[in-house]
């Protein structure tokens, strides 16, 4: 059965503190990892990986995969209060049928 | 482009009865879902179509009905709605063809008395 797991599952830092949240993933036919901060509303896509040791950046956040160890990290350095969110991971899979799983997200609150 | 557009925002209704949540996207794709979310759980899928008139259960599909008559349209419908069909649901819409993002609608909130 496929899985994604997401650790840690709620986190409280201070602003400016540097945040890393883990995925991992068991699934059949991978064909790309995404990453999405969910605030109010809809998820908002933040990355996608698809090969290994490649990082991603987009400003203070930052993503790596290993396709080997089949895990991803999501890094946000000097973290500000409107980084809290949850922080969504899913697998795109090569499928006809269910082609997304999700892990249960990580809770991130940034206090001031 | 207007993405992925879901109505109603909001709806509350009363045990028993049946309603059904819009969803549609102007970006001719194949793959539409539909998930819920519950408080400190991520999205689960409900049900899922990899195109017109193809439609399948995800991991959730007890309750809940869909149709997919054409590639922008792919209504839910609660047949009896339960308490605990309560829950925020998502729209996402994706293409088959490359790796790629979903595209999340804004969501509807559903609350069952």
């Known amino acids: 059965e496929d899985k994604v797991v997401q650790s840690p599952l709620s986190l409280v830092v201070h602003e400016g503190d540097t945040v890393t949240l883990n995925c991992s993933y068991e699934?059949?036919?991978?064909?790309?990892l995404l990453w999405y901060k969910q605030e109010k509303k809809a998820p908002t896509f933040l990355f996608m990986l698809t090969s290994s040791g490649i990082e991603k950046k987009s400003g203070r956040l930052s993503s790596i995969l290993d396709k080997k160890e089949l895990f991803s990290i999501l890094n946000i350095t000097a973290t500000q209060t409107g980084d809290s969110a949850v922080y969504l991971c899913?697998?795109?899979?090569?499928?006809?049928?269910?082609?997304?799983?999700f892990g249960p997200g990580t809770r991130l609150s940034v206090l001031p | 482009n207007a993405g992925v557009t879901q109505t109603p925002k909001f709806q509350v209704l009363k045990t028993g009865q049946s309603m059904t949540l819009q969803c549609a996207q102007d970006m001719n794709h194949e793959y539409m879902s539909w998930y819920r979310q519950d408080p400190g759980m991520g999205l689960r899928l409900i049900h899922y179509?990899?195109?017109?008139?193809?439609?399948d259960q995800g991991e959730v599909p007890n309750g809940y009905n869909v149709s997919r008559s054409t590639t922008e349209d792919f209504p839910l419908r609660l047949l009896s709605a339960a308490p605990s069909q309560t829950s925020v649901y998502f729209c996402a819409s994706s293409s088959t063809q490359a790796s790629g993002t979903q595209y999340f609608g804004p969501g509807t909130r559903l609350l069952v008395l």
């Open positions: 179509s990899v195109g017109a008139g193809i439609t």
């Open positions: 899913a697998v795109e899979k090569y499928n006809y049928g269910q082609n997304f799983v």
């Open positions: 699934v059949t036919n991978f064909r790309s």
